[in-house]
């Protein structure tokens, strides 16, 4: 099994431009179980702590089936514990709930919401320790979440992988801003099973040193599903951005509509930015692009502002600003918005620009 | 799908083969024992009456092999190759080579006319000077003296290992080094022949080099070498044709290119691969493992790479540059189409080191039938190379929901002055545009046939001008029966 569960390298494509094998060193994550804790939760929400016997059958149901990558097997098989929520037929809940993780080692979600359910959901981080976090979300039919995650700066191996089944008519719209880890993996797994299924995703690095790596594989298995992709990255001292995003169109699924952008500014000779979007199209009548870029500010744009009378470093710094903002307005919720709109102008200070 | 645009598929499927190269020599061969071994390589090596550095330089690059595993990250299946179960060496009997063409064997120049490509006159009017390569050996070249005269070598490369060992020494595996890549090492062990061409400083090589190469004999692999130098200020265009019979096995084509470009020389090398690429059932077809790279060693150096992708089963074909120079440019240009069960996986990769280097990728994918196209490509900016720019531009056409179409671009960047730009789309042929063609009368097979033209129109654009009408059509043969 030691040969299953080995760490990827850098030999590992999907792991290219990771390499979590020498982030964690001989010690990789252990056997130990992180924790997770929800927040808040609002009446009518099922919580089962997975340390508990005798799961119900919709923790059965769904727990452990979606499939995931070689990191994600590890927490599955390693985690003691964890916490799986559902949220009930038509039950619209505004408060946004929290899910907290912390602690060192391996950890699981399960996170399941019925017909015609909405919600908003928010992760934290404890950010000190090695971290193995694996979630699985289960839309069914019409059911809609809107997820925001923050990953603070962190000195520790961050992976979490999420992976997602949308039915009929289901909508999945998430933000993840990431400031920086010793190496941060992001890893979405989004299959969109039903017709009418969509799944629109944004995303913010702002990185002042460390490494930050958003991975998404979006999978078109029907048609009439859509799916959107944002990700903008600020680059600096010597840290390192990457974005690989792979979307899938299945054979027969027609109409399927799916755009994907990356961009990445690097502000310093050190800083790199390793981007590969992926498009695997098996259908012919689809709408697919994608776009990437990476350079620095824009000449004309800091030119313009200058001759305002605008210092150079505000002229940046507003330039930056704007280049992110596309990316944050897309976060439905205000107070969330707010909240990373905060985390990412304190992450700008900290930013040579 | 429109009932006029079924009709039209059924139609036209009903027409079968097009593939008009797939005829057989009958001509008398002589051939290296079947399979692989060192024996194989000192066959090949004495054949050539190499010399002895030659022959080391070989059986190193074959040990090497042995080591070395099959890559398998392309998006491409094939049975496993037996590579026992073929002959690395095939040769029409009769040669040494001749002086004139009036001496070569008849039936060789029938073939050649077969193929278009007339070795006598009409390529004088054309002004397009030929080395033609027959299984693994080249059987003629024409307009050596002519190009002597200005000082450019154009010549089989066995004649220039033998000639010029100086020069071949010196650039041979500077590119693509013997210990590349899987078919790049079985190359380097077995290569049979290929073109040398060395074009002198400040030399504008005065009329379209090319080489025609040609698959007859059966059960056997095609292991060309090229390389082309240009020294300082120099500037050659050259372009690649292949084809190969019709047969029911898959035949192995591993061939490497090395392109060196020196200061402010400039090479602009043209493919157009028309190898037998299987019939409507998958059956036989090349299988077209190709290492193809430039160096742009010297400053404003520019390597310019133009390929039509047609046939062959299986094509795995990277032409790269590596950005050396100071202000060098490397272009990419790329129509890949792939009908019924083709497999094509097939892109670039632009190296960025030096200062202001510039590169442009386009690349145009089509695919038909049930046939899987992919694109990879590789922009790398390295922290020294101060303000480099890329732009790529990779778009997809799918005609029928059978088929795939891929991209997959690594993009990586360590210096903040470059600049790198990505767009793809992917699309089918927009049923108002065929609605607007049948209109006006144009059927439905030249309607595919103009629009698909039209999509690549900004690659056939680079091709050399005698050759980009043969292009046109043939990206037009090459999607028949593939309507819908």
């Given amino acids: 099994m030691t040969a299953a569960l080995a760490l990827p390298t850098r030999r590992v494509e999907e792991w290219k431009y990771s390499d979590l094998a020498r982030a964690l060193g001989d010690a990789g994550f252990g056997d130990a179980s992180a924790r997770v804790s929800a927040g808040k939760v609002p009446a009518g929400v099922d919580v089962f702590d997975l340390d508990e016997p005798n799961r119900p059958d919709w923790v059965k149901a769904h727990y452990g089936k979606l499939g995931g990558n070689s990191v994600s097997a590890v927490s599955l098989a390693k985690a003691r514990g964890g916490i799986a929520l559902r949220i009930p037929k038509g039950k619209i809940i505004e408060d946004v709930l929290s899910l907290n993780f912390s602690g060192e080692g391996h950890v699981r979600a399960l996170l399941v919401l019925e017909e015609g359910a909405a919600l908003t959901l928010s992760e934290e981080f404890g950010a000190g320790e090695a971290r193995n976090a694996g979630l699985e979300i289960v839309l069914a039919p019409n059911a809609r979440l809107d997820h925001v995650r923050v990953s603070p700066i962190s000195d520790a191996v961050q992976v979490e992988e999420i992976s997602l089944t949308l039915a009929r008519d289901a909508v999945y719209r998430a933000h993840f801003a990431n400031f920086g880890a010793k190496l941060s993996r992001t890893e979405l797994a989004i299959a969109l099973n039903g017709e009418g299924a969509e799944a629109h995703l944004s995303g913010v690095s702002v990185l002042s040193d460390r490494h930050a790596d958003v991975t998404t594989q979006v999978s078109h298995a029907v048609g009439r599903t859509q799916s959107t992709q944002l990700f903008k990255k600020v680059v600096s001292g010597k840290a390192q951005a990457v974005y690989q995003g792979k979307v899938v169109v299945a054979h027969g699924a027609n109409g399927s509509d799916s755009r994907q952008t990356a961009k990445a500014l690097l502000l310093d000779g050190r800083a790199e930015a390793d981007l590969k979007p992926e498009l695997e199209i098996f259908a012919d009548d689809v709408k697919c692009a994608h776009g990437a870029a990476v350079g620095d500010l824009d000449a004309d744009s800091l030119f313009y502002l200058r001759a305002r009378g605008i210092p150079e470093k505000e002229a940046r710094h507003l330039l930056i600003h704007a280049f992110l903002e596309d990316a944050l307005t897309d976060i439905a919720n205000a107070d969330l918005r707010e909240s990373v709109r905060g985390a990412v102008s304190d992450a700008l200070n900290r930013v040579s620009a | ?484």
């Fill in chain 2, 1 to 484: 799908m429109s009932s006029a645009a079924l009709e039209t598929k059924e139609t036209v499927a009903g027409l079968g083969e097009k593939y008009k190269y797939g005829f057989v020599t009958d001509i008398e061969m002589e051939r290296a024992p079947k399979g692989l071994s060192e024996d194989t390589v000192r066959y090949i090596s004495a054949k050539k009456s190499e010399p002895d550095w030659m022959l080391e330089w070989r059986l190193g690059a074959f040990r090497r092999w042995l080591s070395m595993k099959e890559p398998t990250w392309a998006r491409v299946h094939y049975p496993a190759i037996d590579y026992q179960d073929s002959y690395y060496y095939a040769a029409p009997k009769n040669t040494p080579k001749k002086q004139s063409l009036d001496e070569v064997d008849p039936k060789l120049l029938e073939t050649y006319k077969k193929l278009g490509i007339p070795l006598h006159e009409q390529m004088a009017l054309a002004g397009v000077a030929v080395d033609a390569v027959f299984d693994s050996v080249s059987v003629a070249t024409t307009f050596k003296e002519k190009l002597n005269e200005a000082g450019v070598i154009f010549c089989p490369i066995s004649e220039a290992i033998r000639d010029y060992p100086d020069l071949v020494k010196k650039y041979l595996g500077t590119v693509v080094p013997v210990t590349d890549n899987f078919f790049a090492t079985l190359n380097s062990a077995v290569f049979s022949d290929g073109t040398f061409v060395y074009v002198p400083k400040g030399v504008r090589c005065p009329m379209e080099l090319s080489t025609y190469f040609r698959i007859n004999a059966s059960e056997t692999g095609q292991f060309e070498r090229t390389l082309i130098v240009a020294d300082e200020g120099a500037y050659v265009s050259y372009l690649e044709g292949c084809t190969a019979p019709k047969r029911d096995e898959n035949q192995l084509h591993a061939a490497v290119v090395e392109l060196v470009a020196l200061d402010n020389a400039e090479i602009k090398y043209s493919t157009v691969q028309n190898w037998y690429p299987g019939d409507e059932n998958g059956l036989g077809g090349i299988y077209n493992f190709v290492t193809k790279r430039g160096d742009c060693r010297g400053a404003r150096s520019k390597i310019s790479w133009t390929q039509v992708e047609t046939g062959s089963a299986i094509t795995w074909k990277y032409p790269s540059c590596i950005l050396r120079g100071d202000e060098s440019v490397g272009e990419f240009y790329s129509i890949a189409i792939a009908n019924n069960y083709q497999q094509a996986d097939t892109g670039t990769k632009m190296i960025h080191l030096g200062k202001n280097t510039r590169s442009r990728i386009i690349s145009k994918g089509i695919s038909a039938g049930k046939a899987q196209n992919t694109y990879r490509g590789l922009v790398s900016v390295y922290g020294k190379a101060e303000n480099a720019r890329n732009f790529t531009q990779c778009d997809s056409l799918l005609i029928g929901g059978a088929c795939g179409a891929h991209t997959v671009p690594y993009i990586e960047s360590r210096n903040p002055s470059a600049r790198i730009e990505h767009e793809a789309t992917t699309s089918k042929i927009a049923e108002d545009q065929l609605f607007y063609c049948l209109q006006r009368g144009i059927g439905q097979e030249e309607a595919v046939a103009l629009i698909v033209n039209g999509f690549c129109k900004e690659v056939l654009q680079q091709l050399p001008m005698e050759f980009a009408v043969e292009a046109q059509k043939l990206v037009g043969i090459s999607l028949e029966g593939s309507v819908g």
